[in-house]
């Protein structure tokens, strides 16, 4: 199957409709993702990336059906990580001489993973690879962003940015076009991709856009290697991510609580009730980071100006599920965010300074010592509880 893109260039990848999780079990893909792949057929033929592993042979059968293999001029590899390299072994058993054109530390990465010494050939931003009919492809390195290795090619004349993971996001759609999907779906599935990807490296997205814009390259289309292809105002993504990049936030207050015996869970509905009698405004939403998936909870942080976080005290500290969310949080970078904690216990009641000390070293500010409650809340507790969250309103923010 390919997918005519423009002009001389097709998209040649993989639509994997069933997968459910991406990076081991790190990254949820409600739903699904693809892997693409693009040729580019002028005087030379040039393959930009492959597809994940699992589909190696799959892949390759069904290129060879668009070109002899051994017609292939050059490969490209905007980056080494396995969902987009992971054919490299199966395509290179046919054409092991191909030259392979990508970043200094794309080298180190491939041969990391494939311990193969193919026919590498480093490039660095700027550097220009002619490929006939008065066409080239331009490198511009992207490190960081989110590999050291990252980076994007440009198509003189058809103005195409390759651009590898960035602007991309895990959606499977057979239409594979910004203008053709459901917007709300696709944008969804952005903002969920750069928050979970992309928010630790936002001072650098910031400054590879400025630099990719002052080349002053036209783009007609934006060609990533996951979900759609942005030939509809492409730059619109591009804007996106430069309000994302800068801690990002919108009118919403959000609380993630665990819950053991319904106690916690009494407190951050009333919590809540006391935020929204103050502020009928702000876009509130609770969840149970027990019965929530991981990924979409941290979507609501990066979009939230405050979290509160709850967790009865089990043990000596929080429940795992908590643990585990302030995990994410801590590696993701948040910054300019607010948050408090609270919690039920029994008798010693570390659940608080437990989460208070965890979300102080993730860089949020915390807007007080937060609230417990011994035991299940009584009258006197809810009370206290929607208290609280008022003058979270009246005097915290
Ligand atoms: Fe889609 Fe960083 O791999």
Redesign the pocket.
């Known amino acids: 199957m390919n997918i005519h893109v423009k002009n001389n260039v097709a998209w040649v990848g993989k639509i994997d409709w069933e997968l459910q999780k991406f990076h081991g079990n790190e990254y949820s893909t409600h739903r699904g993702s693809t ?1 693409n792949s693009y040729l580019i057929k002028e005087e030379k033929n040039v393959l930009i990336d492959t597809v994940w592993k699992p589909y190696a042979k799959e892949y390759v059968e069904n290129l060879k059906k668009e070109i002899d293999l051994n017609k292939i001029d050059f490969m490209v590899v905007n ?1 080494a ?1 396995i ?2 390299s992971g054919s490299l072994p199966e395509l290179m058993s046919y054409i092991p001489d191909t030259p392979i054109y990508c970043t200094e530390y794309g080298i180190k990465t491939i041969k990391g993973h494939y311990h193969q010494n193919w026919n590498f050939h480093p490039v660095k931003t700027g550097d220009v690879l002619d490929i006939g009919n008065g066409k080239a492809l331009v490198f511009v390195e992207m490190k960081m962003l ?2 050291p290795d ?1 980076m994007a090619s440009y198509l003189t004349g058809d103005n195409i940015l390759f651009s ?2 960035a602007f ?1 996001q895990h959606y499977a759609t057979g239409y594979m076009f910004n203008d053709l999907v459901d917007q709300s779906e696709l944008f969804a599935e952005c903002i969920k991709y750069y928050a979970n990807i992309l928010t630790p490296f936002s001072p650098l997205v910031e400054k590879k856009i400025h630099e990719i814009l002052a080349l002053n390259l036209p783009i007609d289309i934006i060609a990533t ?2 979900g759609v292809i942005w030939r509809d105002n492409p730059t619109q993504i591009v804007e996106k991510y430069l309000t994302w990049s800068r801690n990002y936030q919108e009118n919403q207050i959000t609380i993630l609580y665990d819950t053991m015996w319904n106690g916690t869970k009494v407190m951050a509905e009333n919590i809540a009730l006391g935020i929204k009698k103050e502020d009928s405004m702000v876009n509130l939403k609770l969840f149970n980071i027990s019965k929530t998936d991981k990924n979409d909870i941290i979507t609501e942080v990066f979009k939230s100006k405050l979290i509160l976080v709850g967790s009865p005290t089990i043990g000596k500290g929080i429940t795992s599920a908590t643990a585990g969310i302030l995990e994410e949080i801590e590696g993701l970078k948040f910054k300019n965010k607010k948050a408090c904690a609270f919690g039920c216990y029994g008798w010693s009641g570390e659940s608080l300074s437990k989460i208070n000390t965890l979300l102080e070293k993730s860089g949020f500010t915390l807007i007080n010592e937060g609230i417990k409650c011994l035991w299940n809340p009584d009258n006197k507790s809810i009370e206290n509880c929607k208290k609280f969250g008022a003058e979270i309103i009246t005097s915290a923010l």
């Open positions: 892997y980056h990580e969902d987009h989110h590999w990252s590898n993971d991309g290697s996951h």
